[in-house]
């Protein structure tokens, strides 16, 4: 059996198929859909200090190989999620990936200092794709200086591993990714969606409530392997590739651009056992290729 | 999971009826299931449909043509199988001292009705289908006692299905008690007569749906519960709870 | 019949279908393939002052929704086209948009005075995508300080309307938008490709020999509808909005979000009479709409 | 252009034979059309396919499954239909001189030499045919004279169809003329033969193709003539006129 172990900061994964943020809720919607210990991780739905509704309806529509989302980052809520989810979660085994917001750079630390103190919280993942309120609505994400003075005040405020999680809607990822890195953040994950909309021409209206909403799935796949490329080369810290992953043919292509681990999003939902069937497809084919160890395929792309 | 298609008729105008042989035990009248009509990334998501039908392993579901991903499924032959997951959601669940069921059913709405019926050939049921025209008043003849309303008056009744519904006197009556489903405008009218004649019942929602399973968070509705998520809390709700958006 | 046509600058089109730049040859390519008088107009492959041969192979791939191409500007080059392309497009009675780029800013210049002279060209399209070889290769579009310079040099040394081609791979289009108005261009014409990238993993090769390419197809539309829509909202000039459209439904969803006209690119390769087709079902639909004036349709999103 | 499916017949494993009612009137050997195979926008691009026969406005292809385009043109039935536009580029076109005409196809090249062959009773040909394995030798029967290659020996000699090729005496008689078609690297080798031998003859190309009808320069190939599109000004290109890639 080849080793399919992958190592982000001090977190171990038994293997690198991880699913994303968003579209896993709190891992107890899937205990009956795969078993979360075969998985290398989840990332929960993205959690702030209070519980939050999330934006009017409706907010999520089909395009073409993708979909647009403005869900406004609805949660349960650190407090629930700390009494009522993690308790189960534990239970199940899984190794868990605590995605969080804030809307100030407080609300950033004191969360992410919540969820450092709790048991069965491996690792925490930044989402900066959320407005800044204090800097007049500019997303934390979209100034790579600021990006480093967060990610650094909240690595000197936590003890487990913090990965910081890019937005694509930038002209060049790559100081972003360096920002990540000098703030001392152990790994990058990227991407997050794509600003997108899409008009109901019958009604002429959006057919996102607020307007624009965040592209996802295979659609997107071709960028995210890009600036997952980019970031890979840019800096030494892991990247965690994540955008339009369908298949182990699509995982593969991230690892080998240099990606450590993947996270497997909108799939989840077309397909709930499918971070489970890529890790067993990943291993079969590592036999296959008679590859003993996953690292052998981690940045193995050839360009001569 | 893998489905063999049974059969998939051309049953009316735009309207498809299909049996497919189930991977699950069984479904409630009420719940749906989660269809993917395509191995391709276009179109991506499944597709709800409600289960109007179960008996011997066979699930039954019945769908009106509106667009990409119901077109592709009509193309199906018996033998072809599709990807169904589920059944997802809640269930009718009228009580027993109901005696008097009225089944309000819009458009393709009347397909969960019409399993709950079946399913409980004892129980007094009275059927208020209605549709556009005759081709979108499906199954009426599967029900014992229905009244029909179409808005271009080529079958029934003219006008909307809740005037048929208004001249009843069941509504006036002990016990009785309502199953809806079919468009928001019609919901929310049937939900404010129910109100406005006390009479208790049950409404099935319809929304986008990303996932069928509770965790994309596209289906949500505010009821007086709180937000609720159609797909797992719902899709059917109690009359009066529903929060409408105008 | 309602009102089809649509005005940019001085160009006078018939209806607001233009086949995109490097998807529709020189127009010659398709005169059996529909009627050239009955689109709006065609934009010409990229033209530069010289001859190019463009990108070594493969320079094309597929992707979920999409392709990626690295062709790399190949064209005849300026006179060429002139003497053997544009004589034969004359006899066609097609509206011409001559799509041109440079390396230098005098490249630019030359190219542009070069088919503003021609007869038979109707308008030109500056394609701003480009590496600038005297700024160390950050490309002309991506600067809008330097875009809003270039466009105004241009704009002043040519008569026939100028439409800018603005490249999507930017953190916010707005600037962008604003620097082609300030500058004094006819109009704006958006999106070019999004920078993408696709790797065989029998190979561990990139699927394009020269590792990134754009971007195009269905799978962009979102981007493509959001870019638009927010440069409609920015300029009083008109946009032209590009990206992904196959259907009538497509196009119609940039015209409503505020687009002027549209392009339709990548799709001409699956349905090469696609241009003609919609502009059909474009007068059917206004005809059943009963929409007299496609002006009706234009920038009426309902976002109440 | 709608083409309605006659027949499409699993030949040999992952190997289909199809046949279709053509909306063109004819094609010559060595000419292929493009197929969509899907009205979805994934996979979204055409599949180019050599024309392997034409007869009484039906059009026949060859085809191996390699992917999924091919995997879903495996899964129609006669009676669905398919998108076809073509036919597009050149095609073979040995002169009247040549005697001896050798016919060299590695894998689903066969296909357009079959078709020359079939369309040609009265020239002499003689057929080189290699594969992996037996299953991928299609046709040899409809070919008079045919020998065979296979790498695993599974069929005919063991090896590269080059082998028995270079093994013949055709090649060093007056008269004769090569007809190649198969992978890159067949093609490369076949081509330095023909040099050395100063055997004349034409090889017939493959590439990524977005169009095939030369507008989107996806398919350029670099030859003596300067650098060429493969579906307009190929698919078939002289002997000693591409210039091969390393
Ligand atoms: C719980 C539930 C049960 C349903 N039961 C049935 C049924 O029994 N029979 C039936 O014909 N239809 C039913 N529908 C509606 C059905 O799901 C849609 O008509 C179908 O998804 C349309 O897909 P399309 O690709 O043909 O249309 P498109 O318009 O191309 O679909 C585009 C997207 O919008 C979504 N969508 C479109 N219309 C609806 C709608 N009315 N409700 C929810 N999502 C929609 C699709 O799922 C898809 O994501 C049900 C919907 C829900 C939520
Ligand atoms: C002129 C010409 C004639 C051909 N004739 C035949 C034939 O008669 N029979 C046959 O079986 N095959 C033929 N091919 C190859 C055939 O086009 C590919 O096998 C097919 O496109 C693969 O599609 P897919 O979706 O199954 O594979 P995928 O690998 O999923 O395709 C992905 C993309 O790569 C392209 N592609 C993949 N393989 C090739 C290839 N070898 N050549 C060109 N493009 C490729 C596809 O068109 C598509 O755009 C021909 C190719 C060309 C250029
Ligand atoms: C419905 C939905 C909700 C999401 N919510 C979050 C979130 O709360 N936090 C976050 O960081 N990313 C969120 N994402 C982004 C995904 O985690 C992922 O980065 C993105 O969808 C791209 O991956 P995919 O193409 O595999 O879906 C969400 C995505 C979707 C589709
Ligand atoms: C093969 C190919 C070549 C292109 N060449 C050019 C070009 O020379 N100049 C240009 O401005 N845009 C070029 N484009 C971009 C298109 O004009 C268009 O902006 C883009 O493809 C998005 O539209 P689509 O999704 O409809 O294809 C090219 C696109 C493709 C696919
Ligand atoms: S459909 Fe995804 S939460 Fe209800
Ligand atoms: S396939 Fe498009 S130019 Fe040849």
């Known amino acids: ?304 | 999971m893998k489905a063999e298609i049974i059969s998939n008729s051309h049953v009316a105008r735009g309207y498809f009826d299909m049996k497919f042989a189930a991977a699950f035990d069984g479904a409630e009248p009420g719940q749906f299931v989660m269809i993917r009509v395509t191995g391709s990334m276009d179109p991506l998501l499944r597709r709800p449909m409600s289960v109007a039908g179960f008996e011997n392993g066979i699930c039954r579901v019945i769908y009106k043509v509106v667009g990409r991903g119901t077109q592709l499924l009509s193309a199906k032959n018996p033998g072809d199988s599709i990807d169904v997951l589920g059944p997802f959601g809640n269930a009718f669940s009228p009580p027993d001292t109901a005696e008097n069921i009225l089944l309000v059913g819009g458009g393709i709405g009347i397909a969960p009705l019409l399993y709950w019926h079946l399913r409980n050939p004892g129980r007094k049921a009275t059927a208020f289908i209605g549709g556009a025209a005759s081709n979108d008043i499906l199954c009426a003849d599967e029900f014992k006692h229905s009244t029909i309303a179409t808005m271009d008056g080529s079958a029934g009744v003219r006008g909307l299905v809740t005037s048929p519904l208004l001249e009843t006197g069941l509504l006036r009556e002990k016990g009785t008690y309502l199953l809806a489903c079919g468009p928001k405008g019609m919901l929310k009218a049937v939900d404010g007569i129910c109100i406005q004649h006390g009479v208790s019942g049950e409404l099935s929602l319809e929304e986008r749906m990303g996932c069928g399973f509770g965790v994309c968070l596209g289906c949500v509705v505010d009821t007086s519960g709180g937000r609720k998520r159609m797909c797992v809390d719902g899709p059917v709700f109690g009359v009066g709870s529903v929060k409408w958006q105008t």
Not at chain 1, 220 to 238: D, H, L, N, Q
Request: hydrophobic share 45%.
């Open chain 1, 1 to 304: 059996m080849a080793n399919l172990k992958v190592v982000i900061g001090t977190l171990e994964l038994v293997n690198p198929v991880i699913s994303a943020s968003g579209t896993f809720g709190y891992g107890l919607e899937f205990v009956d859909k795969l078993d979360l210990r075969r998985i290398g991780a989840f990332a929960t739905k993205g959690l702030s200090l209070n519980k939050r509704d999330g934006n009017p309806m409706p907010r999520i529509c089909e395009t073409p190989s993708g979909m647009i989302n403005s869900i406004g980052l609805e949660n349960v809520g650190i407090d629930v999620f700390e009494m009522e989810k993690l308790p189960e979660i534990r239970k199940t085994g899984a190794k868990v990936i605590a995605n969080f917001f804030g809307e100030t750079e407080d609300e950033y630390l004191e969360a992410a200092r919540r969820l450092d103190a709790m048991e069965g919280v491996h690792a925490l993942e930044m989402n900066v794709s959320c407005p800044n309120v204090e800097k007049g609505g500019i997303e934390f994400g979209s100034d790579p200086a600021f990006l480093e003075k967060l990610t650094s005040l909240v690595r000197k405020a936590i003890r487990k591993p913090l990965i910081v999680k890019l937005s694509p809607n930038v002209a060049d990822i790559r100081p972003f990714a360096r920002a990540v890195e000098n703030g001392g953040g152990d790994a990058i994950s990227a991407i997050n969606t794509l600003k997108g909309m899409s008009v109901d021409t019958a009604t002429r209206r959006p057919r996102i409530k607020r307007v624009f909403g965040g592209l996802s799935g295979p659609a997107i796949r071709p960028v995210a392997v890009r600036m997952v490329y980019e970031c890979a080369r840019t800096v030494k810290i892991p990247v965690i590739g994540i955008g339009g992953i369908a298949s182990l043919e699509d995982m593969l292509e991230f690892l080998i651009v240099g990606a450590v681990a993947v996270q497997v999003g909108t799939m989840n939902f077309v397909e709930p056992g499918i971070c489970q069937r890529l890790a067993e497809e990943l291993s079969v084919w590592c036999e296959k290729e008679r590859i003993a160890d996953i690292r052998e395929i981690i940045g193995s792309l050839k360009t001569d």
